[in-house]
Nanobody, 125 residues
Framework: VELVESGGGLVQAGGSLRLSCAAS????????KAWFRQAPGKEREFVAS????????NYADSVKGRFTISRDNTRNTVYLYMDSLKPEDTAVYYC???????????????????WGQGTQVTVSS
């Protein structure tokens, strides 16, 4: 299974970006997916997650109301729409996938089995 993120870049505060994560090698896309991020000198933290049917989503408090996670199972792709970006959103953003079919959308790293290589998001003030 391979996860490839794209869409990162440099944006001014208040701007928007859309991250994409394309999955390959999954025989059926019944997995929950999530985005995590890691800022310099900090531990990786949860950002958002979505279950396989997209009717369960979870967000970190710091991004609630600004970020939206969605998925297109026909394309095996999960998205993260980021609006009203702040300098503190600067981080490497990682996509993760869970190989266990379930209804929930976990918010902790240990529940995810596959990880992308990360994409850099830099928000300038």
């Amino acid at each position: 299974v391979e996860l490839v993120e794209s869409g990162g870049g440099l944006v001014q505060a208040g701007g928007s970006l859309r991250l994409s994560c394309a999955a390959s090698g999954l025989t059926s896309d019944t997995s929950a997916k999530a985005w995590f991020r890691q800022a310099p000198g900090k531990e990786r933290e949860f950002v958002a997650s979505i279950n396989y049917s997209a009717d369960v989503t979870n967000y970190a408090d710091s991004v609630k109301g600004r970020f939206t996670i969605s998925r297109d199972n026909t394309r095996n792709t999960v998205y993260l729409y980021m609006d009203s970006l702040k300098p503190e959103d600067t981080a490497v953003y990682y996509c993760a996938a869970d190989r266990t079919p379930r209804y929930t959308a976990p918010q902790v790293e240990v529940e995810y089995d596959y990880w992308g290589q990360g994409t850099q998001v830099t928000v300038s003030s």
